[in-house]
């Protein structure tokens, strides 16, 4: 081979040898965790209801379909904290709850603002979250099986 032909050869790897360094570095002092795409969504999250139980009115994405006692959707929101914030139609709600493998335990206690009255959608989903309930997540949506039946929450984008 020629000298000229070696040294371009020379000057390949090197660029070459420089972009792997740089990718790896980048990649090693990145400040955003790297999550895969196919990553287990965490139940702490917001979850809005897209299905109840003996619900007389249908829901779509979180809202009733229909009138009746304010419009927001019905939200749910766990802390790592062990506690639950819940978004009700009109009033807010919170109580505590435990995680035991794929169960949850929730508290007693609920405390909730009382801005208006509550609808009976509401008080339904209030008192299914009691006891000690089975969980599971299947992609970005949360079942919570309660006596009544399963609660369906799709991953809110808040």
Partial sequence: ????????LLLFFILISGAAYLVNYLETTSTSPRIPLDAPVSLFNTW???RMPNAKQLFHNGIRSTGGHGSRPFKITFFKENA???SLSTNDCSLGYRLKESHISFQKNITCTEACCDSGQDEFLIG????TLKYNIQGKTLTINTEAGSIQFALSSI
């Fill in 48 to 50: 809005e209801v897209i």
């Fill in 128 to 131: 299914q979250l009691r006891g």
């Fill in 1 to 8: 081979m020629t000298d000229c032909k070696l040294s371009y």
């Fill in 84 to 86: 639950i914030n819940l």
